[in-house]
C-alpha cells in the first residue's frame, strides 16, 4: 500500500473510541464575525470615543414602474405590463403561463423558442433566463453579468440591457 494511504502507526494501534465518547469532544463553531481577523482592533485607546457610526444613506425612492418599453436591437419595440416570456415562439408557453409572448425575429437561431422570462410587479423588473441554449445576460452600468440557465430571476432597472442570444433589448419606462 503507499505510503499517503497508510494509516498512521499511534492510529492504527489506539483503540476506537465509544460513539458516546466522541459526541462529548465536539466544539462549538464560532458564528460568522466572531473569528479573530474578523475582529475590528481599535487604534488607540480613545479610537472607541472616536468611532463615529457611519451615517446610513438611504437610496433615493425610485418610481414604481407599472410598464415598461422593451427597445429590440431589431428595431421591434413592445410594451409590456405583467409577465411576458420572450423567444422565437414563446406563445404555447405564455398562454400556459397566462403572460404575455414576445416573439422575437432571428434568423440566426440564437435565440430560443422559449428564451427568457420577464416580469414587472411590485414596482419592479424581473428577468430570468428560461433554460436557452445560448444564454441570457444582462447589462447594468457598462457591466455585464450572464443569467442563471432556468435560474433565479434577477432585478432590472430602466437603462439596463438584456441581451437574449445574439440580440438585445433595452428596458425604458413607458
Request: negative net charge; glycine residues 10%.
Amino acid at each position: 500500500m503507499p505510503a499517503q494511504f497508510a494509516k498512521p502507526a499511534a492510529a492504527a494501534d489506539a483503540p476506537r473510541a465509544a460513539p458516546e465518547a466522541a459526541s462529548s469532544r465536539i466544539e462549538a463553531v464560532p458564528l460568522p464575525g466572531t473569528l479573530p481577523w474578523q475582529q475590528r482592533s481599535p487604534a488607540g485607546p480613545d479610537a472607541a470615543q472616536q468611532a463615529a457610526p457611519a451615517p446610513v444613506v438611504e437610496p433615493a425612492p425610485r418610481a414604481r414602474l407599472e410598464r415598461v418599453e422593451l427597445l429590440f436591437s431589431t428595431g421591434q419595440r413592445v410594451m409590456v405590463d405583467g409577465g411576458a416570456v420572450i423567444g422565437r415562439k414563446p406563445a404555447d408557453t405564455a398562454l400556459a403561463m397566462g403572460v404575455q409572448a414576445i416573439e422575437v425575429a432571428d434568423e440566426t437561431r440564437s435565440v430560443s423558442r422559449v428564451h427568457l422570462f420577464l416580469d414587472v410587479a411590485d414596482g419592479m423588473v424581473t428577468v430570468g433566463d428560461a433554460g436557452s441554449s445560448n444564454g441570457s445576460s444582462l447589462e447594468q452600468g457598462g457591466a455585464v453579468m450572464p443569467l442563471e440557465s432556468a435560474g433565479t430571476r434577477v432585478e432590472a432597472r430602466p437603462g439596463d440591457t438584456v441581451w437574449v442570444g445574439d440580440i438585445s433589448f433595452a428596458i425604458r419606462p413607458a
